[in-house]
């Protein structure tokens, strides 16, 4: 019997996406299994968050083909069949949970509420349903005596870990971290990455992670991409990209950040 590799479930073809003048991914491929944990390293201004905003749908682009969870899509100016409509987005980004570097929460909002209110208005579960699937991930992540805090009374830690709840609590297939501990004091960072290190234990989940944490995306990856003016130079398993970098790029960006 032949094995067949599982079709991607994340997959950017020849996807180009400017701002204006500025061509920030140019014919940008790239794929990624489902289940995988894939880490996204490299310079500022590279394109990183540019292409985790993409998959969030936070961002359109001008050329090419997204596929998300067996779901295609392009822009309404793309050449082939599958044109975004926004209830297509919708569906697409229903598969997609992110967490900021910023944190992003409700600050208006209890801890609780922050995490029950998606999956109540989007998802359509009932309070008591989402309340009760809140309990879990909220243990899951260490908070389960802060569901009536607010944001404001939580460390950066702990509101980091409460975004982490909130983002699983929509049942992604694909999560996205985009630097998510680089806003946090150095004091606080361990807590949300041996969150994010117990998460990388769910064999079906995807992972897609920005950090400049070297040696826990060394830890965590299953591949590490070295991503340099919007197109990926050097990628391959973390021990090989970090002991044994091919491009003088990365050796150049590694050195800079080791
Ligand atoms: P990274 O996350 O690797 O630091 P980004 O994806 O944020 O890089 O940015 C890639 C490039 O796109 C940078 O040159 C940045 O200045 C530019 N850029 C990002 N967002 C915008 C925007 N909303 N408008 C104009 N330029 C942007
Ligand atoms: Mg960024």
Redesign the pocket.
Known sequence: MTQTAPAPIIAFDRVTKR??A?T?LDDFNFTVAPGEKVTLI?????????VLRILMTLEPFQEGTLTLAGMSYQQPNGTGPFKAGERHLRQIRSHVGMVFQSFNLFPHMSVMRNVVEAPVRVLGLSRAEAECRAVDLLALVGLADKKDHFPAQLSGGQQQRVAIARALAMRPRVLLFDEPTSALDPQLVGEVLSVIRSLAHEHDLTMLL?THEMRFAREVSDRVCF?DKGRICEQGAPDQIFTNPQQPRTREFLASVL
């Not at 490299?42 to 540019?50: N, R, V």
């Open positions: 701002f204006g500025l920030v490299g310079p500022s201004g590279s394109g990183k968050s540019t920005v991503f």
